[in-house]
């Protein structure tokens, strides 16, 4: 018998550009030491997972104002703290691309290269009335109790 | 000798509606598959364990200022993003109540039935100046040392 | 054989006065309990562990100009909520010392009396431009491999 893995599990709640990276970079890591790695994207997180484009999707009126309202995507995120009306974000990408580090976008393919688990919350996007068209590729769809089955297995159980 | 249960904690540190409901939802969920759960609401976490209605209490003037500037219980928190000057509040109440989701009132009485247990963090509560008339009933009161006792044994223990 | 010792880790990220104040208080308790207990400073979370003087090193343009920004050391951060255009860590800082609490500072200085690990993010003080020379005495240095080295033999691990 193999010797269960160590697990880690982060739910990305904030959506905050700087607050991903961190997010990514702790998961990558963990990834990279063999661990199983699960991020669970919920309310604002899951404007990290939104595709860059405009998807076309049938949807109420409440809910295009919140598609319009929220950024879109990992390339539309606004920093936690110093956004200066949005020239902060683009300081840190100017200093992460000067210092070859990688960007969020090149933190979320290394993570799926890596299997990390990427799950989206249903029930925020029920909510926030985001459809599955609307968000990248390679997602799994569930709710607290999946996350909650990984998170009892993890020691590293982080919430962003 | 029956098994020993999972342990699950939080940290609600925020005090922003959005936080408190992702916290309550992770709380419900773990004492619904049997996890011990405790909630341990510390800095602006306590204004989310405030009664609706004032409450007259004897106070100096720096404490009732402070009372006055902080949101008066769960119905009154702020968002942590998207406020947009109180309506973000009554939007995300509004797609809760739309989709039949509970209210962050509701998520809190079913944690009471729960067994959740609701700890108020005595040391913040000195210094906002805040007294237990004013918070809701079913509360313990306690400090950082009972908070580090539970999560010693837990392994989802989050700071939101 | 002597037992192990119980393990807490903290990652500081937020760089937020009531939110420092919140892990320095934790990981003083957990050091109390006689737990081994690293607190991790990133992104922001590293101006908690500057100087408060201006120390002389040599930069780029944009490294000065984060520099300036930034808050420098544990007196001059920000608070989360109720920021008050700088009133609000004065009204903290004050009910701190009318309750003979211990301010940010003296938590830091008992922190290192208990040999709580403190150490900072060398990836992010890479981006931010951040030297040693610039952050407090006492400090070790080290990225996320570290980190996660020590978040998996600990039990209570949080994101702050």
Known sequence: MEPTKEKTTIVFFSGDLDKAIAAFIIANGAAAYDHEVTIFFTFWGLNA?????????????????????????????????????????????????????LSLSQLIELAKEQGIKLVACTMTMDLLGLQQDELIDGLEYAGVAAYLGDATEAKVNLFI
Chains 1, 2, 3 share one sequence.
């Open 49 to 101: 997972m939104r595709k860059d484009e405009v998807v076309k999707v049938k949807k109420g009126m409440l809910e295009k104002a919140f598609g319009w309202m929220m950024p879109r995507g990992a390339k539309k995120l606004g920093l936690s703290k110093m956004h200066f009306m949005g020239m902060g974000p683009k300081l840190i990408n100017h200093v992460i691309k000067k210092h070859n580090a």
